[in-house]
Every structure is written in C-alpha cells, then in structure tokens.
C-alpha cells in the first residue's frame, strides 16, 4: 500500500473543531435535539458528510442554507460557524464545524458499519489530512473550470462581514478564517491563474498515481470494503471528473473506481446537480474549449 506516512495522526477528543457553548452565538440551536446537519446542496464538504449519513442509517435533521445568496454570511449562520462554511453539524445542542472532524465524531458515536476500521485509523487521518489540505486547491480547479472564472466573485460587504465578525474557536481566533479571507480577496483580483490551476493539478496526480496502484490490487482505496477515505476522495474525484481531468487517460483504475461509487445510490443521489448547475458548467466548458484554456491542455495532461 502506497500512502504518505509523514503527517498529523488522529486528532484526540479536545482537538475536534467544536464550538464552546459561550462561543454560540445564536442561542436557538442550544435547545436542538437530535442530529442537525446545516448543508448546501452542491458543497463538496456538505456532499461528503451526507455520504456519510446515508451509508451510516443516521437520522438527521437538514437545514439547507444557500451559499448563493451568501445566507452563510448572515449573523444567524456567523454564530454557529465563524468560519462562514458548511456543513456545521448540531448534535443535541453541541456545535462541531470542521467536516472531517465531524465524520469522526459520528463515527465514534454510530460505530457499525465501521467506515474508519480500527487498524487503519492512523492511516485514514493521515489521509485524511492530505485530502484536507487541497482544499484550496480543488476549489482552484472548481471555481476556474465548474462555476466559471470570476464568475463567482464575493460580494465585498460579505468579505467585510467576515472579516469584522468576532466569533472566536475553541477560545482563539480561527487562523482558518485568514485562509477564506485570503482566497476570495484573491480571486476577485484576478480569478484562478493559469499558474495556480498548474500547481493544484499537479498535487492532485501525485496523489492519484499512489491511488491508482492500489486500486490495481483492491476494489476500495484501503482494501475490500468502503471506508471514509473512499468518500472523501470520491467528492474530489467528482469535482475533478466534471472539470476534466483525464482519468481515463492518466487513471483508469481510479475512474473504474469512481464509477463504481457513482452507482451507488447513497453516493449518487448527494451528487446530482441541479438543472442551473449543469448549465453553467456546460457553457464554461464550451467556452474553455473555444478558448482553448481547458484543464488538461493548460496542465500538459
């Protein structure tokens, strides 16, 4: 098996991202019970923790909130999540807010089926905080070849909310909250760069040669049976499909892998896009053919 070995291990119980209960702000949710996930439909991070759900049996309570409109920039959502992403998951009042951190957190309290076995825990944080780390990247990728270059700018009274907002994590400032801040500031400058779609790519194939190799030996990422890394990287490998990338060409292994999820139901119906959605990432694409800026002629894949 073909993995990184020199990251973070398993965050412990009083690293997870969860909200302090004075550091919650909108004092409603205090009295929620139950599971509540507050997601967006086309969100990578809220597709991969509603994956999750479905293959776990986990009942919950959805409270969808529209990155379109910025509603996730509203005092209502900034008091739950300073960060201003999703999902955010509420579990009888406790608020946890980093998606991988809150599929861990299920998984300790819904242990069957088992998708973190316990002899690859170490392997799949570390995975784990592989994938979380190309964030950026794939929203390079996503926002420059899905959503349409610069078309997707944030209003500057959004990025000034956010950054006046004095929500604070675990009794800190959120440095995380720089990073959004940083990318949006960025992108409504001068959108994704031919230079910054190169450097995302080339992150991404390292990683999906490792990929690529075991799948030639096993049918899931870590052996026999679907665990949280195979959800994880099938979300990325979606994004990255619709942008095309050239698994067939560079992958097949990983793309035969791909289908196989995408058939599944509890993956499939977590990605279906809406009618506008699709739209809009059919006329980028026609446009990136006519301009001849798609993804695999400016990577050189």
């Known amino acids: 098996m073909i993995f990184p070995a020199n ?31 507050l997601h967006f439909s086309n969100s ?26 910025d509603e996730n920039y509203s005092d209502w959502f900034l ?4 960060r201003a992403l999703v999902p955010v998951l509420v579990d009888d009042g406790e608020v946890h807010i980093e998606s991988n951190d809150i599929l861990k957190y299920l998984e300790k309290k819904f242990p069957e089926p088992s998708l973190i076995p316990n002899e690859s825990i170490e392997l799949i944080s570390t995975l784990l905080n592989e994938e979380d780390d190309l964030h950026i990247d794939m929203r390079n990728i996503s926002f420059r070849f899905l959503f349409g270059n610069k078309a997707r700018k944030k209003k500057t009274s959004s990025i000034e909310k956010l950054e006046e907002d004095s929500g604070t994590i675990q009794g800190k400032e959120d440095s995380h909250k720089i990073k959004e801040l940083t ?6 400058e001068e959108g994704i760069t031919d230079e910054a779609v190169i450097q995302s790519v080339s992150k991404f194939k390292k990683l999906y040669d490792n990929f690529e190799s075991n799948l030639s030996k096993q049918p899931y990422l870590l052996g026999v049976q679907i665990s949280l890394l195979d959800i994880a990287w099938f979300i990325y490998t979606h ?7 050239p698994f067939k060409k560079l992958h097949p292994k990983v793309l035969e892998w791909y289908k196989h999820l995408l058939n599944k139901k509890e993956f499939s119906k977590e990605v279906k896009e809406p009618i506008i959605l699709k739209a809009m990432r059919s ?3 026609v446009q990136d053919k006519i301009a001849g800026t798609v993804l695999s002629k400016i990577s050189n894949l």
Request: aromatic fraction near 10%.
């Open 7 to 37: 990251h973070p291990q398993l965050l412990s119980g009083n690293e997870m991202t969860q909200l302090i209960k004075d550091e919650i702000r909108t004092k409603e949710v205090l009295e929620w019970k139950g599971i509540h996930l």
């Open 44 to 69: 990578s991070c809220s597709q991969k923790t509603r994956i999750f759900l479905n293959l776990k049996g986990i009942e919950w309570v959805s409270h969808p909130v529209n990155l379109a409109t």
């Open 79 to 82: 008091g739950i999540n300073p």
């Open 183 to 188: 990318f949006f500031k960025d992108f409504n």
């Open 239 to 245: 994004r990255l499909f619709l942008s095309g990338y």
């Open 283 to 285: 006329a980028t694409r």
